[in-house]
T-cell receptor, first 115, second 117 residues
Framework: AQSVTQLDSHVSVSEGTPVLLRCNYS??????LFWYVQHPNKGLQLLLK??????LVKGINGFEAEFKKSETSFHLTKPSAHMSDAAEYFC?????????????FGRGTSLIVHP | ETGVTQTPRHLVMGMTNKKSLKCEQH?????MYWYKQSAKKPLELMFV???????ENNSVPSRFSPECPNSSHLFLHLHTLQPEDSALYLC????????????????FGPGTRLTVL
C-alpha cells in the first residue's frame, strides 16, 4: 500500500525568503511522485513530477523537488518566495494497483507568504 | 486553463433532490477521476474509470452514482444527499500508460461547489 505524509499543515515565510515544503512517501514499487498547487477557488495544477528520470526535478514558477529514495522524501523548494505563491500544495504518490495507477494525495500544506 | 470542464460550478440542493455533476475532458485521455475535497480534510478519491471501466471505488456511499458513457465524459449522479456531503467535487483526467510505463499527470477541472441543505 502507498501513503503520503506532508509534515507541515501550514508553512509561513516572508516574501523573498526560501520555501521548503516537506513530503515523505511509502510505496511498494517504484512510484511516480507529483506536486500540485491549488489557488483559492481553483482546481489543482501540476507543479512538477518525478517518474524515475533525474532525481532533481524542476517545475513551473521556480519550484523544484529532489527525489531521495534512501529517505523516501520528495521535498518541494523554491529559493525566493513570491506573494503569488500563497496557495495549498499537495504531494501525490502514484503506483500501479492491479491494472491501473491509483494516486494517493497528502493532506496538503498551506503556504502563507508575508510581505 | 485546463482541458477539463465541469458543470455546474455551483450547486445548492435539498436532501431529497436528485442532481448530476458533469465533467468533460478535451485532452484525449483514457482515465477519469472524481474527488471530494472537504474543508480540513485530505482530498478523497471517490471513483476511477480507465478505458470507461470502473477500477476503483473507495467505499463511497451509494447515494453517489458515477457514470462514464465514453472516455470524454464523466457524470456523478446525486440523490438523497446529507449536509456532510457539502464539498468541492473535482474531476480529473489522465492518460493511463501501457503496462510498466510511468503514470502521467492528472489534469483537474475547476470543481463543482456543492451545498446540501
Amino acid at each position: 500500500a502507498q501513503s503520503v505524509t506532508q509534515l507541515d499543515s501550514h508553512v509561513s515565510v516572508s516574501e523573498g525568503t526560501p520555501v521548503l515544503l516537506r513530503c515523505n512517501y511509502s510505496s511498494s514499487y517504484s512510484p511516480s511522485l507529483f506536486w500540485y498547487v491549488q489557488h483559492p477557488n481553483k482546481g489543482l495544477q501540476l507543479l512538477l513530477k518525478y517518474t524515475s528520470a533525474a532525481t532533481l526535478v524542476k517545475g513551473i514558477n521556480g519550484f523544484e523537488a529532489e527525489f531521495k529514495k534512501s529517505e523516501t522524501s520528495f521535498h518541494l523548494t523554491k529559493p525566493s518566495a513570491h506573494m503569488s505563491d500563497a496557495a495549498e500544495y499537495f504531494c501525490v504518490v502514484s503506483d500501479r494497483t492491479g491494472g491501473s495507477y491509483i494516486p494517493t494525495f497528502g493532506r496538503g500544506t498551506s503556504l502563507i507568504v508575508h510581505p | 486553463e485546463t482541458g477539463v470542464t465541469q458543470t455546474p460550478r455551483h450547486l445548492v440542493m435539498g436532501m431529497t433532490n436528485k442532481k448530476s455533476l458533469k465533467c468533460e475532458q478535451h485532452l484525449g485521455h483514457n482515465a477519469m477521476y472524481w474527488y471530494k475535497q472537504s474543508a480540513k480534510k485530505p482530498l478523497e478519491l471517490m471513483f476511477v474509470y480507465s478505458l470507461e471501466e470502473r477500477v476503483e471505488n473507495n467505499s463511497v456511499p451509494s447515494r453517489f452514482s458515477p457514470e462514464c458513457p465514453n472516455s470524454s465524459h464523466l457524470f456523478l449522479h446525486l440523490h438523497t444527499l446529507q449536509p456532510e456531503d457539502s464539498a468541492l467535487y473535482l474531476c480529473a483526467s489522465s492518460q493511463d500508460p501501457p503496462s510498466g510505463g510511468p503514470t502521467d499527470t492528472q489534469y483537474f477541472g475547476p470543481g463543482t461547489r456543492l451545498t446540501v441543505l
